[in-house]
């Protein structure tokens, strides 16, 4: 009754779960109207003869208007304005600038005399100050009427053309080289003002020389005509927003493709378009209607989901942690695709969904793995770009995954699948584009980058696949290795102080190992599991047989209290194994090596010399519980017939054949297999296998001759 109140409790959660991921993905599904057919680009038409239902305009591609817009702003010629005001500012800078040098270099340094007596006159510096300040006037008009723009150096190599403004009104079009570069303009008023200096100023040359290094000095020219940026931007503005989003109008009844013919460049414009005006029309739309569709969709997807978990693997299903965990990878993922497609401009391909499967199979089934990461695609295919494409690359690329890691044992593995999964990308990818293009320039080799980040990204599969172990208690073949090694401190204790039950655990380690592999199982897991399902042994080594090399302690006990010792070593391997924090599906192995077996040399003995008393056979019984999986079994016949093969006196293929089978028919008898999914084939596989292994473990040896003289050398 209780078993099947919490497998009802266990069915509503899982039907809980289903319905969480149903209305999550009917809110994240599109609600527009779609297009009723699929085509692509270099592929055939597959559908009946297209006529145009209404007319409709031929769209221009994005790439198309990105290259007008791309020739306009090469072809733009730029706006420059003329600053009528900058030429009095700087004719006033260098006019106290002047007024500073001629009071430095000439009042100054003559002492206030004039020595210079030229025709007879002695002007005062007064007067030739004027002089001076009248050529520093002309040398600045004429350089800000022939106009300084500032320097730039691959406008002046290309000497580009512009319009010049003055005010609301265009001067006309100009070169760049027409006007003075800031570079230049220092010069130029150097030489421009020696020039006019020396036909009207009495002053000496080496004066005049020295007063023109003030343009030098205080090279400071303000550029008159300037960039115009506002004009710019809107001008541009304008001739990009001119552009026409349409090239031709496809009437009513025309014929658009048909069907078998090859969608070509020109065809799949039309198509492009006649889909984005269906799609965008929502006139005719009933949006009750649209949303009992996607409810359609989305309950058919799941409901074979869920008949699919209930036919194949109801245990999954009735797992809390496993569904769990299956749809937390699922949901995860689609609404990261979904995020990413719609709120960003991330390409679709650097997400790594190939990961969803890998960390599926790593803790559960291929078949799980494989048949969940399929209906993931679906519910993707809805709402990403080129569906087709994105889902076939991706499924490729996930079966490529699961294949190269069928196993995660070695780090190197899961680079080899990085390389392996970038490639199936590549390959895929590149054949979308060569069937769609027809050549090889229409490839966008940019996106082979996104492929590759993407690739990268699968090496997060290790932190995350630790993140799970920790979160829901599973165990990865990487962890197993671990565990495995004989290094571990509660293996090596083990050596140390019961090495007889250490060998005896290695060599069930290689008998149940070889027998999963016969009959399909996890032979890391139960090799593992075998290695440690006699730690509980640690504690009082002495005890068991397998330690023993003189007295036997047991002679001085009774027979009950030696059953109580020797059956206790189960629940102390258990407290041994949390000790060192050793995963659940291990102690599972200790807690299950003997089921609810009896410890049949005490229990007989006791029986023999107590006949006449009321027997409790519990005191003689493991606690149990029965192998609850194929590993655990097989562990269970491994540990009987490892242990009971020690005792045969003499070692033929008979005997040992004897003593297997009638081990295991001893526990099948017992029903210690009950909550195991054995078959008997498989049983009978597990024996010959255990009979060959153990025939060549005690195998007979050549006898070597005794040496009965000494050889001459």
Same mark, same amino acid.
């Given at each position: 009754?209780?078993?099947?109140?919490?497998?009802?409790?266990?069915?509503?959660?899982?039907?809980?779960?289903?319905?969480?991921?149903?209305?999550?993905?009917?809110?994240?599904?599109?609600?527009?109207?779609?297009?009723?057919?699929?085509?692509?680009?270099?592929?055939?038409?597959?559908?009946?003869?297209?006529?145009?239902?209404?007319?409709?305009?031929?769209?221009?591609?994005?790439?198309?208007?990105?290259?007008?817009?791309?020739?306009?702003?090469?072809?733009?010629?730029?706006?420059?304005?003329?600053?009528?005001?900058?030429?009095?500012?700087?004719?006033?800078?260098?006019?106290?600038?002047?007024?500073?040098?001629?009071?430095?270099?000439?009042?100054?340094?003559?002492?206030?005399?004039?020595?210079?007596?030229?025709?007879?006159?002695?002007?005062?510096?007064?007067?030739?100050?004027?002089?001076?300040?009248?050529?520093?006037?002309?040398?600045?008009?004429?350089?800000?009427?022939?106009?300084?723009?500032?320097?730039?150096?691959?406008?002046?190599?290309?000497?580009?053309?512009?319009?010049?403004?003055?005010?609301?009104?265009?001067?006309?079009?100009?070169?760049?080289?027409?006007?003075?570069?800031?570079?230049?303009?220092?010069?130029?008023?150097?030489?421009?003002?020696?020039?006019?200096?020396?036909?009207?100023?009495?002053?000496?040359?080496?004066?005049?020389?020295?007063?023109?290094?003030?343009?030098?000095?205080?090279?400071?020219?303000?550029?008159?005509?300037?960039?115009?940026?506002?004009?710019?931007?809107?001008?541009?503005?304008?001739?990009?927003?001119?552009?026409?989003?349409?090239?031709?109008?496809?009437?009513?009844?025309?014929?658009?493709?048909?069907?078998?013919?090859?969608?070509?460049?020109?065809?799949?414009?039309?198509?492009?378009?006649?889909?984005?005006?269906?799609?965008?029309?929502?006139?005719?739309?009933?949006?009750?209607?649209?949303?009992?569709?996607?409810?359609?969709?989305?309950?058919?997807?799941?409901?074979?989901?869920?008949?699919?978990?209930?036919?194949?693997?109801?245990?999954? &299903?009735? !797992? =809390?942690?496993?569904?769990?965990?299956?749809?937390?990878? @699922?949901?995860? *993922? %689609?609404?990261? $695709?979904? /995020?990413?497609?719609?709120?960003?401009?991330?390409?679709?391909?650097?997400?790594?969904?190939?990961?969803?499967?890998?960390?599926?199979?790593?803790?559960?089934?291929?078949?799980?793995?494989?048949?969940?990461?399929?209906?993931?695609?679906?519910?993707?295919?809805?709402?990403?770009?080129?569906?087709?494409?994105?889902?076939?690359?991706?499924?490729?690329?996930?079966?490529?995954?699961?294949?190269?890691?069928?196993?995660?044992?070695?780090?190197?593995?899961?680079?080899?699948?990085?390389?392996?999964?970038?490639?199936?990308?590549?390959?895929?990818?590149?054949?979308?584009?060569?069937?769609?293009?027809?050549?090889?320039?229409?490839?966008?080799?940019?996106?082979?980058?996104?492929?590759?980040?993407?690739?990268?990204? &699968?090496? !997060? =599969?290790?932190?995350?696949?630790?993140?799970?172990?920790? @979160?829901?208690? *599973? %165990?990865?073949? $990487?962890? /197993?290795?671990?565990?495995?090694?004989?290094?571990?401190?509660?293996?090596?204790?083990?050596?140390?102080?019961?090495?007889?039950?250490?060998?005896?655990?290695?060599?069930?380690?290689?008998?149940?190992?070889?027998?999963?592999?016969?009959?399909?199982?996890?032979?890391?897991?139960?090799?593992?599991?075998?290695?440690?399902?006699?730690?509980?042994?640690?504690?009082?080594?002495?005890?068991?047989?397998?330690?023993?090399?003189?007295?036997?302690?047991?002679?001085?006990?009774?027979?009950?209290?030696?059953?109580?010792?020797?059956?206790?070593?189960?629940?102390?391997?258990?407290?041994?194994?949390?000790?060192?924090?050793?995963?659940?599906?291990?102690?599972?192995?200790?807690?299950?090596?003997?089921?609810?077996?009896?410890?049949?040399? =005490?229990?007989?003995?006791?029986?023999?010399?107590?006949?006449?008393?009321?027997?409790?056979?519990?005191?003689?019984?493991?606690?149990?519980?029965?192998?609850?999986?194929?590993?655990?079994?097989?562990?269970?016949?491994?540990?009987?017939?490892?242990?009971?093969?020690?005792?045969?006196?003499?070692?033929?293929?008979?005997?040992?054949?004897?003593?297997?089978?009638?081990?295991?028919?001893?526990?099948?008898?017992?029903?210690?297999?009950?909550?195991?999914?054995?078959?008997?084939?498989?049983?009978?596989?597990?024996?010959?296998?255990?009979?060959?292994?153990?025939?060549?473990?005690?195998?007979?040896?050549?006898?070597?001759?005794?040496?009965?003289?000494?050889?001459?050398?």
């Amino acid at each position: 009754m209780k078993k099947s109140a919490n497998n009802k409790l266990r069915i509503i959660y899982a039907i809980i779960v289903f319905i969480v991921a149903m209305v999550l993905v009917f809110f994240m599904f599109p609600k527009e109207k779609k297009f009723a057919y699929d085509f692509e680009k270099g592929s055939p038409w597959l559908h009946d003869d297209l006529i145009a239902p209404f007319d409709f305009p031929v769209y221009k591609s994005q790439d198309e208007i990105q290259m007008e817009k791309d020739s306009i702003i090469n072809s733009f010629i730029p706006y420059f304005k003329l600053d009528t005001l900058v030429s009095s500012e700087m004719l006033a800078y260098y006019q106290n600038k002047m007024a500073s040098n001629w009071q430095l270099k000439v009042v100054e340094k003559n002492n206030n005399k004039w020595s210079i007596n030229l025709f007879n006159k002695k002007p005062s510096l007064d007067e030739e100050l004027v002089v001076i300040n009248d050529c520093l006037n002309k040398v600045m008009q004429e350089l800000y009427d022939k106009g300084i723009i500032l320097a730039n150096d691959s406008l002046q190599k290309s000497n580009s053309q512009f319009y010049l403004l003055d005010g609301n009104t265009l001067k006309g079009k100009f070169t760049y080289n027409h006007f003075i570069s800031t570079q230049q303009v220092a010069d130029n008023a150097k030489q421009s003002f020696l020039q006019k200096c020396r036909a009207v100023s009495q002053m000496p040359d080496t004066v005049l020389v020295e007063l023109s290094e003030l343009f030098l000095e205080y090279d400071n020219f303000a550029p008159n005509i300037i960039s115009d940026e506002a004009t710019n931007h809107d001008v541009l503005k304008g001739q990009l927003n001119s552009i026409s989003p349409t090239r031709g109008v496809v009437q009513k009844g025309e014929l658009i493709v048909l069907k078998g013919n090859i969608v070509d460049n020109q065809t799949n414009s039309i198509l492009l378009s006649l889909k984005n005006e269906i799609e965008s029309d929502s006139s005719n739309v009933n949006a009750v209607w649209v949303n009992i569709g996607i409810g359609v969709l989305i309950l058919s997807i799941f409901g074979v989901f869920f008949l699919y978990f209930w036919i194949f693997h109801r245990s999954t &299903l009735l !797992s =809390f942690k496993h569904i769990t965990f299956i749809f937390l990878q @699922l949901l995860m *993922f %689609i609404i990261i $695709v979904y /995020l990413i497609i719609n709120f960003t401009s991330i390409n679709n391909y650097l997400i790594p969904i190939v990961i969803v499967p890998i960390l599926l199979f790593t803790f559960l089934h291929f078949r799980i793995a494989f048949f969940s990461f399929i209906v993931m695609l679906f519910v993707l295919g809805f709402f990403v770009p080129n569906s087709f494409q994105f889902l076939f690359i991706n499924l490729v690329a996930g079966l490529v995954a699961l294949f190269t890691l069928r196993t995660i044992q070695r780090r190197r593995q899961l680079f080899l699948s990085v390389f392996a999964v970038l490639l199936a990308y590549i390959v895929t990818y590149f054949g979308f584009i060569i069937i769609r293009e027809g050549n090889f320039s229409s490839v966008v080799w940019s996106d082979f980058l996104w492929l590759g980040g993407n690739a990268l990204l &699968l090496i !997060s =599969f290790f932190p995350l696949m630790y993140v799970y172990e920790k @979160l829901f208690g *599973f %165990i990865s073949d $990487v962890t /197993l290795m671990e565990l495995s090694d004989t290094n571990h401190p509660a293996l090596r204790a083990l050596a140390e102080k019961a090495p007889g039950t250490f060998q005896h655990s290695m060599q069930v380690a290689n008998l149940a190992e070889a027998g999963i592999r016969k009959i399909g199982g996890n032979p890391l897991l139960v090799r593992t599991g075998a290695l440690y399902h006699d730690i509980g042994k640690t504690d009082i080594p002495e005890y068991f047989i397998e330690n023993q090399s003189g007295k036997n302690p047991h002679d001085d006990l009774s027979y009950d209290k030696s059953a109580e010792i020797i059956i206790r070593h189960v629940s102390k391997g258990v407290e041994i194994a949390k000790k060192y924090r050793l995963p659940a599906q291990i102690v599972d192995f200790i807690k299950t090596h003997h089921g609810r077996s009896i410890t049949k040399y =005490f229990y007989n003995s006791y029986v023999n010399e107590n006949e006449s008393k009321d027997i409790d056979k519990e005191k003689f019984m493991y606690p149990g519980p029965k192998p609850l999986s194929r590993e655990m079994a097989v562990l269970m016949m491994a540990d009987s017939v490892e242990a009971a093969s020690r005792s045969i006196k003499e070692y033929t293929p008979e005997n040992i054949s004897k003593l297997i089978d009638g081990i295991i028919k001893s526990q099948l008898d017992d029903g210690q297999f009950e909550y195991v999914d054995i078959t008997f084939k498989d049983i009978s596989d597990i024996k010959q296998v255990f009979k060959e292994k153990i025939v060549n473990i005690y195998h007979a040896r050549i006898e070597y001759p005794e040496l009965k003289k000494t050889p001459i050398v």
